[in-house]
């Protein structure tokens, strides 16, 4: 899964000295966007960049989408501040996730996604909590001195039929240091330059592999990649994503340039006795592919005796198609093994109805099964992740809302009693 910052949109092609920056809320997935040529990748705040010459039409197109503009800056004086700062979720190609200023490294702290940061960043995730995880790996390799993977694989993991392209790609990593555990993403530095003549700069992609590696032997790190494509809403033309265009179309011995690892919010609870809820959307799947593979797969079980899963696990997975459901077999595998220990529900929103007739969205699963989920939410042995479309978390709110307001419980507020004990984690873009 692809960590998200800026969103170029309209904007690939500028022209003109002059250009903006605007601010936009309100694009998400619903029934009218779901049906558009080109996705509507975020929820939360979009950034655009807009030439002076196509204000109108961008603001007329932001309109339709069902868009709201909340601010709009001269570009120029924010790639000032870049030169000082810089950002994973969550696939869109100025998708600044984490940035370098001056061929430097990024610092540890300017890595951490922000909510609506102004320059761009649009993952949502909340703060690690200081007294947690003080062991896990972080930012082993900078910006200006990234490892140097090589691709061992590269397999589609759409079926035919289905929509898109997205890729499961396995790196070597045996030649370095770099180490990573569960939750955690990497940076992948695209060969080439941008428009402005400058080194590209990283993305934050989710690790959809153990801390061992899909071949349980350390030497490998996975993700799972979703290509960019979408429709220039004026000109026609077809826009490619930067990066995941180069992972995607990677083969087995190209070199690639990775950073990191970061991120301490989606990690796993120690207590092999947990119980995870797991509600993710199109390759938000990454995470929560390694959690489920660290609990149940054969191999991983035995490589980690001090850790043998015997909690509960459930996955509601948001696809549009079932061409679409990544990973599909191996899901479902694990689910007729462990059917005491492991749940998967699909909403498939192109084939299956919700109760009104609408398209079945993960929101919509969730309202289905909420008084099941508040009742786990409750055990302080829950953990519950959210990775995907922002799109999803207002409706899985209002689904989680009416269930607790039947124990008389304020559903806002317990949340945030969730997120201080560190039993909610979100990764949305």
Partial sequence: ???????????????????YLYEVVGLRQSEETDQTNYPIRNSGSVFI????????????????????IVSIQ??????????????????????TASSQANGKATPVAEQQPKKKDKQG??????????????????????????FIGKCISNDAL?????????????????????????????????PGVDKNGKPEKIRLYSIASTRHGDDVDDKT????????????????????????THLCFLKPGDDVKITGP?????????????KVIMMGTGTGIAPMRAYLWRMFKDNERAANPEYEFKGFAWLIFGVPTTPNILYKEELEELQQKYPDNFRLTYAISREQK???????????????HADELWNLIKDEKTHTYICGLRGMEDGIDAALSAAAQKDGVTWSSYQKDLKKAGRWHVETY
């Fill in 221 to 244: 790190v996975s993700l799972c990649v979703r290509q960019l494509e979408y429709k220039h809403p004026e000109s026609g033309e077809t826009v490619y994503g930067v990066c995941s």
């Fill in 49 to 68: 960049r807009v030439p002076y010459n196509r204000m109108n039409q961008e603001t007329r197109r932001i309109i339709r989408l069902g868009g709201k």
């Fill in 74 to 95: 001269p570009l120029n004086a924010l790639e000032h501040l870049n030169g000082n700062t810089s950002t994973a979720n969550a696939n869109t190609e100025t998708e």
């Fill in 354 to 368: 919700n109760p009104e007739g609408g398209r079945m969205y993960i929101q919509d699963r969730v309202a289905e």
């Fill in 158 to 190: 759409v079926a035919e039929g289905g929509i898109g392209i997205v890729q499961h790609l396995k790196f070597d990593i045996s030649a370095g240091d770099l180490r990573y555990i569960e939750g955690q993403s990497i940076g992948i530095i695209p």
């Fill in 1 to 19: 899964m692809y960590i998200k910052g800026a969103v170029e949109g309209a904007a690939n092609t500028e022209s003109g000295s002059r250009v």
């Fill in 262 to 274: 970061v991120g301490k919010e989606m990690l796993l609870p120690k207590d092999p006795e947990a």
């Fill in 121 to 146: 960043n649009t993952m949502t995730q909340a703060k690690p909590k200081k007294e947690s995880h003080a062991d896990v790996p972080v930012n082993i390799y900078r910006p200006n001195a990234p």
